[in-house]
């Protein structure tokens, strides 16, 4: 794939052990102001490295979604293009080996709702930081579960705070977010996704960004891969041409 030397990245910060504590906003073992000024959607677009949020931005706009990440008060577990591509990669392979078809080459040749779908679960409602989500034990769920909440799109997921132990004393170590995608909460069987960086707080809610380097977009690949399918898969000449109208319109001070 394009995009090798992010793969490379992902093995070497594999190595970095990066977690929350507090209402801190810490990233590779840093501190830094948790606060943003400005929205959740700027956050995003104005992120330093560009190449965490640039696919994931466009797929916003593409969704339609930009007005619930500017204007409404909610938490935003964040995917990273890593992520995104991750789930390219696994589509494409099964498109291509198992089916038979064209492997996808534009992200925009995926239907705008399905986008809209599973860019939704990544979304709750409301403002949760870190000190507002209760204790997961993975190992004890019956005793702390996590909790359980409904995002954006009606999807049940779970978001928990893992406390690790420090020096043989239990859950006195660093704590870290866990928000996962529940088929059965009565069994408990989920895909979970941990953050990387928790706690960035602009004006309309909270991100945290989920590490990148085993999160599938959509958390399973499958039921993304399906949903892609049902949907139906548009020509990438469609794409290009729609992409060259847009352009072409702005040039003439259409939009």
Not at 49 to 63: G, N
Not at 71 to 90: G, L, Q, R, V
Not at 203 to 222: A, S
Request: proline letters at 4%; aromatic letters at 14%; glycine letters at 6%.
């Amino acid at each position: 794939m394009k995009y090798l030397w992010k793969g490379i990245m992902a093995v070497v910060l594999t190595v970095c052990i990066v977690n929350c504590q507090n209402e801190d906003y810490l990233q590779d073992g840093g501190k830094h102001n948790p606060y943003y000024n400005g929205t959740v959607l700027e956050y995003l677009n104005q992120h330093p490295d560009k190449h965490y949020f640039s696919e994931l931005t466009d797929l916003i706009h593409y969704a339609g979604l930009d007005s619930v990440l500017q204007n409404e008060e909610i938490t935003f577990f964040a995917p990273t293009d890593f992520s995104i591509e991750k789930s390219m990669d696994y589509l494409n392979e099964q498109l291509y080996w198992r089916r038979g078809e064209d492997s996808i080459k534009d992200l925009h040749q995926i239907q705008p709702e399905v986008w809209k779908e599973y860019l939704s679960m990544y979304i709750i409602p409301g403002k949760y930081c870190l000190k507002d989500i209760p204790q997961l034990d993975t190992a004890a769920v019956s005793a702390y579960p996590g909790g359980a909440y409904y995002s954006m799109a009606k999807v049940p997921m779970n978001m928990g705070v893992v406390y690790y132990d420090a020096a043989n004393v239990k859950y006195a170590g660093a704590r870290q977010i866990l928000y996962s995608y529940v088929y059965d909460f009565t069994t408990m069987d989920m895909v979970n996704a941990y953050v990387s960086s928790c706690d960035i707080q602009p004006y309309n809610g909270v991100v945290h960004v989920i590490r990148f380097t085993d999160h599938y977009f959509g958390f399973d690949r499958d039921r993304f891969l399906e949903s892609v399918v049902n949907a139906g898969v548009l020509p990438l000449e469609q794409v290009r041409r729609v992409s060259d109208e847009a352009i072409q319109r702005k040039k003439e001070g259409g939009l």
